[in-house]
């Protein structure tokens, strides 16, 4: 029984070698025979048959060396090959064309499809001149308060001064809440949009900042005028011809001190302030339903700072209403 048993366990040994040294002298990466592109369907391919009989013989190898090291050996090998094969295969038999397109067929990085920053000068428009941004091709074109449009671009210079205020009706002919409006005079050579200029009065807690409702700019041309009002509804404002329509944000005092003041969003940034007094002892003119008149020769931010450059208006500019003003026009001489 003894001599039985170790001729058996030689007979394993031995088949174990012969078998372990077949898979470990074969090359893994040798090229396998492939099936012919045209071969018919049901025709085998050599690879996978080969992967089938390297499995087979690990299965027998397992069968008869069970405990053995050199079983797990012949089954890693056997799987790896069965798995491998038939993929190998499967690529191998894909035209070359559709492996070489597909990098090909890839959508470009997402960053190329973003589309270009905005540009900082807006694009040109027609007609040309003040209704268009300052530019090389428009050196008549428009720019911010406090700059001027130098060798085609927009140049910074002083803030201050940049815009005046020349006319302010704080106690209109019509209801107040319809008919007060303030007039804005552009000393410089650009001509200027006041979009993003914020306007305060002493009399109100929230200002407001000059905004128009189509987004177009609001340009007030060199040595031109632009008027702000209440309305711009000429059968109830007192036919003021009033360019933008603020409503209800600012308000003026008829029997107090009160002011009206320019700058680009906070007090730093002031372009112009005119603190005046409606009171019977502020000095400054005061008549009802006639606005309050900067005198043309003393037009500046400082000079319309003292109440002594002031007057009553004396032109009546709608024959039928007895309101006095210039509203969007140069002021005449004071008495």
Partial sequence: MRSERWLLLAVVACGCSYEWDSLRYLPLDAAPDRAAPDAPADR???DVRDAADVRDAAADVRDAGEGMDVRDAAVDVAVDV???APRDSALDAMPDATLDAAPDAMPDAAPDAMPDAAPDVPPACTPAGMTCPCATTN????CRPGEAC????????????????TEIMNDPLVNDLLGEWFEIYNPGSTPLDLRGVRVTSLNDDSPFTIAPPTGAPLIVASRGYVVLGRSDVLSMNGQVPVQLAYG?????????ADSVALDLGTAAME???????SSASGGWPRMSSRAKSLRPDRIGAVEN??????????TQWFPSMAAFGSPGAANPACP
Avoid: E, K
């Fill in 44 to 46: 085998v391919p050599a």
């Fill in 82 to 84: 069965a798995v491998d």
């Fill in 139 to 142: 050196t008549g074109g428009y």
């Fill in 150 to 165: 130098t060798g085609g671009r927009c140049v910074m210079g002083t803030l201050a001064g940049s815009l005046v205020v």
């Fill in 248 to 256: 209800p944000a600012l308000s003026f005092n008829n029997n107090d």
């Fill in 271 to 277: 372009i112009d302030r005119v603190a005046f007094n």
């Fill in 305 to 314: 700072d003292d109440r002594t450059n002031w007057c009553d208006a004396t």
